[in-house]
């Protein structure tokens, strides 16, 4: 254990070094912060860019927090799931193709943990940014629309933390498996496009798969589900994301560097 916590040391000191201790939550944050507002001033917007000049008379519906929500779960499951991607190809296969684990491998400590500690320490920085964002979201939401829904955000926001960690666990194993940052890339985004296609195949990969829980999400906020009902895929995208880790943690086992 005291080879795991060195290295997750090391992790978070390669963290505060780089890009990523800024880039990450600051993206987050100005999702978080946008997402509201974007809702807020929409409809006036529309009204006004279809009316000038047209005659055209537009009536829609007040915004709500709920639109913020939907706004900001959309953003997050684009834009916040391409920052995870990029800022994560490179886990492992960079560490290899520099030599520094070579290096750090001669330690008498178990190969295990430092393939733990690299994910732990992404998955910690991806949980505070989206933690961030969140509550950015939530105190507009207070000022603008005099209402929160903490509660069916709240579980929007654990869906989503969920399968973020399965796309840190994907481009964990991909980093592993690959000789280089963009065959590491490729395949990273291409299991993460994956995923998201098996829904619209059939009712049932729509109930159970990972790639699911993004429209699960914004239903919960809309309230046309409960959280039970998202059960299912919850557990399949954390049980993914432990095969995933314990597959990468294996091959890395017996890899030759």
């Not at 290295?7 to 780089?18: A, C, D, H, P, Q």
């Not at 916040?80 to 490179?90: D, E, F, M, P, Y």
């Amino acid at each position: 254990m005291s080879g795991a916590k060195a290295y997750l040391k090391k992790e978070f000191r390669e963290i505060g070094k780089t890009y990523k201790i800024y880039v990450i939550p600051i993206i987050f944050l100005v999702l978080g912060l946008m997402s509201p507002i974007i809702a807020k001033i929409a409809p006036d917007l529309v009204k006004s860019l279809a009316g000038s000049g047209s005659g055209v008379v537009i009536q829609l519906p007040p915004p709500t927090a709920v639109d913020a929500y939907l706004q900001l779960f959309k953003n997050l499951n684009q834009i916040g799931i391409l920052v995870v991607l990029i800022t994560s190809i490179g886990l492992v296969v960079e560490e290899k193709t520099r030599g520094t684990a070579v290096l750090l491998l001669t330690k008498p400590v178990p190969r295990w943990s430092f393939m733990i500690s690299k994910y732990l320490a992404s998955a910690l920085l991806v949980i505070g940014s989206t933690l961030l964002s969140y509550l950015a979201c939530l105190y507009y939401c207070n000022i603008l629309f005099d209402e929160t829904l903490f509660n069916p955000s709240f579980q929007g926001l654990v869906l989503l933390l969920v399968y973020y960690l399965l796309v840190l666990a994907i481009t964990l194993f991909a980093s592993t498996i690959s000789s280089t940052s963009v065959v590491s890339g490729g395949i990273a985004i291409g299991g993460v496009l994956l995923l998201s296609l098996f829904p619209s195949l059939s009712t049932w990969l729509a109930r159970y798969t990972p790639g699911a829980l993004s429209g699960m999400e914004n239903r919960l906020v809309a309230g046309s589900i409960a959280f039970g009902d998202t059960v299912p895929a919850l557990v399949v995208t954390a049980v993914f994301a432990v095969l995933l880790v314990a597959a990468a943690v294996v091959v890395f086992q017996r890899q030759e560097l």
